[in-house]
């Protein structure tokens, strides 16, 4: 099993920046692919961004250009900063680890709240 534990949600403002943390334990030999997902109230989960362990990253086009995504093999961490941040950034983050058996592990999930 994996257990992803985030970190770092809250309010900010329009145009402020939030950085959210994931770190992973249990089975982590059994990772591959990490990234973030966010779902808004009455919506599906959407993909974020996403990172493999060579560092290729994937970004939802709403998002490309102002929210990074990194990660820290040794550590086992993946982290999202965020800037620029909009009021339709509002949701529920929530951090996603892929095994190489094609199973998904999900976070508990962090909100994050753009709003003056």
């Known amino acids: 099993q994996v257990r992803l534990v985030e970190s770092g949600g809250g309010l900010v403002q329009p145009g402020g920046s939030l950085r959210l943390s994931c770190t992973a334990s249990?089975?982590?030999?059994?990772?591959?692919?990490m990234g973030w997902y966010r779902q808004a109230p009455g919506k599906q989960r959407d993909l974020v961004a996403t990172?493999?362990?060579?560092?290729?990253?994937n970004y939802a086009g709403s998002v490309k250009g102002r929210f990074t995504v990194s990660r820290d093999n040794a550590k086992n961490t993946v982290t999202l900063q965020m800037n620029s941040l909009k009021p339709e950034d509002t949701a529920v983050y929530y951090c996603?680890?892929?095994?190489?058996?094609?199973?998904?592990?999900w976070g508990q999930g962090t909100q994050v709240t753009v709003s003056s």
């Open positions: 996603h680890a892929g095994s190489w058996d094609r199973t998904d592990y």
């Open positions: 990172i493999t362990r060579l560092g290729n990253t």
């Open positions: 249990g089975s982590i030999f059994k990772i591959s692919g």
